[in-house]
């Protein structure tokens, strides 16, 4: 078994396996209009909810990997559910922004490792 430290970081924040995953999700959503909402504020939550930085299990767990994924789902559920109010581009990104807590350091996607500025230390400098 391999490590997570030792897995390929994705490139790209592509939605994995789309082609299977999206006629079965094309499906629900046609079936229960509520579907993308609730999808998109499970994903948003899961990448906004901080890391327990004592819980080691879930900080390799919810690595790069993690969030590129949830990312990549996001993306597609904008480019292809944006007819739905709550899927287009501007709710899913006032749900991200909205989620954030204040004192969380963001984790730089740019340089891994690498953390910006608290979000309050930004709003003083406006």
Sequence with gaps: MRSVHSRKQPDTFDAPNAEIWSPLLN????HYPEFGSILVETIVSAIVTPVDENDEQTRAFKGRGYYACLSGWLLW?????????????ESVTWLLLRGIPREAEIPCV????RMTTTL???QGSR
């Design 27 to 30: 499906y629900i959503r046609k």
């Design 77 to 89: 559920i904008v480019s292809h559910w944006s007819d739905l109010m709550e899927c287009d581009a």
């Design 110 to 113: 740019a340089t891994p490792g």
């Design 120 to 122: 309050t230390d930004t």
